[in-house]
């Protein structure tokens, strides 16, 4: 993901007017200033998500391909916050584990799934 920006829950939450407006789906901040007008659902319903995290939102009303497809063309970049929860989550579930000195990290979760993975395939 190079090239990437990384979008702060500040700027996210800082871009929720009309005429500037951020949203984020999936992890990802999108700028969706110009597709409030044609939105078939309203503005009303994108204003109501406006600086915070709408993936619910938009996943509970069944988006067609088209509307991922327009969705693309307004992205800015991935949102910190998704990167936050996505390390709590791996440590919460053992992924990782934090050894030694602080910021020294061993990945545990690949190697016990490549041991897993060995174990099934020679005792199956």
């Keep these: 993901m190079s090239g ?5 829950l500040e700027t996210l939450k800082a871009h929720t007017g009309r005429d500037d407006l951020y949203v984020l789906i999936s992890g990802k901040v999108y700028n969706v200033t110009k597709f409030l007008d044609e939105h078939p659902g309203g503005d009303e319903v994108i204003l109501a998500e406006a600086g915070k995290d709408a993936t619910e939102a938009f996943e509970d009303v069944g988006h067609s391909d088209e509307a991922r497809d327009i969705l693309k ?12 929860s996505l390390a ?37």
């Design 73 to 84: 063309g307004c992205t800015l970049g991935i949102s910190m916050v998704h990167l936050s």
């Design 88 to 124: 709590t989550s791996m440590v919460k579930l053992g992924a990782l584990a934090l050894v030694g000195k602080p910021g020294e990290v061993i990945y545990l979760f690949p190697l016990a799934l490549f041991g897993a993975i060995l174990a099934y395939r020679f005792l199956a």
């Design 4 to 8: 990437t920006k990384t979008i702060s």
